[in-house]
């Protein structure tokens, strides 16, 4: 009850396009829902993060959609750019203080020139 | 930009040996956490830290685990004697309260031979 599950696990998309990026969980106890982008010999970085009272939070080229009653969420990324190429986590927890982050199974986006 | 640092960057151990990975979370954080991912795999999550104690632990987290804050800017990962499937990188993470993000280092690359 406690997995993240997450799709796809590889994504390659052309310079310009969309990248789409699925999350779904079970522990309806759950009320953070980051998602963190890592590169190569580096530690994830929060890139956005969004809570279940809202169903779609954006900033800049980067969009989470949130639907509670399915208990799933999707990073969108729009213009995707070659330097967007990296792992992506989307991760959940229950916000009060010291919750651990469940990380879903990351997802390798390339994106093409 | 404050930001979580770790040392050493590449930690070799011969396995039965034991190993300190130690960590400087950033300076107002009050909650902290080790985490690891073996090559290729998710995040997973080790251990929480508050107050001076463990606030939660994973099943990873076995008596071979110990996790210290020897002083005011320290938080370090004692693992007593090695495995050699305790080969990954270990992240440590920080936070400073409800709903706010972790912030990761860049990890230990921790490898038992």
Redesign the interface.
């Known amino acids: 009850q406690q997995q993240v599950k997450q799709s796809p696990q590889s994504l390659i998309v052309q310079k310009g396009g969309i990248s789409i990026i699925n999350c779904a969980y079970e522990n309806t106890a759950f009320d ?1 829902f ?1 998602w ?1 982008q890592q590169f190569p ?6 890139l956005i ?1 969004i ?1 279940p009272d809202v169903s779609e939070k954006k900033e800049g080229r980067f969009t989470i959609s949130f639907n509670k009653s399915a208990k799933q969420f999707s990073l969108h990324i729009m213009d995707s750019q070659p330097g967007d190429s990296a792992t992506y ?1 989307c ?1 959940a927890s229950i ?12 997802t390798q986006l390339t994106v093409n020139p | 930009e404050p930001e ?1 640092t770790q040392t050493p960057s590449h930690q070799v151990t011969q396995m039965g040996q034991e190993v300190i990975l130690r960590c400087v979370p950033i300076s107002n954080h ?2 902290f ?1 080790w ?1 690891r991912q073996i090559l290729g ?5 080790l251990v ?1 830290f ?1 107050n001076n104690e463990i ?2 632990k ?1 099943e990873i987290f076995d008596d071979q685990f110990s996790v210290e804050r020897p002083d005011g800017s320290n938080f370090t990962l004692k693992i007593r004697s090695t495995k050699l499937e305790d080969s990954a990188m270990y ?1 440590c ?1 920080s ?1 400073s ?3 706010q ?7 230990t690359r921790l490898s038992i031979l």
Do not use: I
Request: no cysteine; hydrophobic share 30%.
């Open positions: 953070y980051p963190y010999g580096k530690g994830p970085a929060l993060a809570r986590f991760a916000g009060t203080s010291g919750s651990r982050l469940t990380f879903g199974e990351g | 979580v009050l909650y956490y985490y795999q998710k995040v997973e999550f929480s508050y606030s939660e994973s992240f993470a936070t309260g409800y709903f993000p972790q912030h990761f280092g860049d990890g």
